[in-house]
């Protein structure tokens, strides 16, 4: 069966500082990736999505970034965070553009 | 551009109760439907979805939608709502070739 690991789960990091989140899928070859953000506990905003290593599709402008250096890897980083950077990160993969399973989700504070 | 609207951030029922949560859509072409759970710091779960066929969806956990192409609506349903039916949901939609978007989610309570 296939499973998605997200991690950290929580993350506490200095305005200024860079980041880095992964995003694996384990039981599965060439899915869809999805970065998702919500803020506050409510709405979900797509950051990014990806059909293929190295196809990256930006869904906003914003101090983000993302990469997938291999098939089941899917990397959201930052040089520089903001303070309006927190939030809930999701991670999710789709077989194709039909239902998403999400990962846990990383909880970033920016202080 | 495809879009969902979930008109209520809070709906309040008594455990045993029906609950309904509402949402309704906007697309040009056919329509995939969906809809989510969030417990507190969680990820989302998927509930159920529409894609074709029988209007009536049932999936985890008890819940079910009804598709309604004429008034189009995706509205969850659950015939007893229990406590631990409390948390956020969420309705998606997909069309084309594009990825899944989300409704801003409605906050369910349920009250013992």
């Known amino acids: 069966s296939q499973t998605i690991h997200q991690w950290p789960a929580t993350l506490v990091q200095p305005v200024g500082s860079p980041l880095s989140l992964e995003c694996t899928v384990e039981?599965?070859?060439?899915?869809?990736l999805y970065w998702y953000r919500q803020a506050a506990g409510r709405g979900l905003q797509l950051l990014f999505y990806?059909?293929?290593?190295?196809?990256i599709s930006s869904e906003v402008p914003q101090n983000l970034s993302a990469s997938r250096p291999q098939d089941r890897q899917f990397i959201l980083s930052s040089k520089k965070l903001l303070l309006s950077d927190s939030g809930f990160y999701l991670c999710a993969w789709s077989d194709q553009f039909v239902e998403a399973f999400f990962g846990q989700g990383t909880r970033l504070t920016v202080v | 551009a495809q879009s969902v609207a979930q008109p209520e951030d809070q709906v309040n029922v008594a455990e045993g109760n029906p609950l309904t949560v509402k949402c309704t859509y906007s697309?040009?072409?056919?329509?995939?439907l969906f809809w989510y759970v969030q417990y507190p710091n969680r990820g989302l779960q998927f509930l159920l979805k529409?894609?074709?066929?029988?209007?009536l969806v049932k999936g985890s956990y008890g819940f079910e939608a009804e598709f309604n192409k004429s008034q189009t609506s995706f509205h969850l349903k659950k015939p007893s709502a229990l406590v631990s039916d409390s948390a956020l949901y969420f309705c998606a939609i997909l069309s084309g070739n594009t990825p899944l978007v989300f409704g801003k989610g409605t906050r369910l309570s349920v009250i013992a």
């Open positions: 697309v040009s072409g056919n329509p995939y």
């Open positions: 529409y894609i074709t066929g029988d209007n």
């Open positions: 990806s059909v293929g290593i190295g196809q």
């Open positions: 039981g599965t070859s060439n899915p869809n």
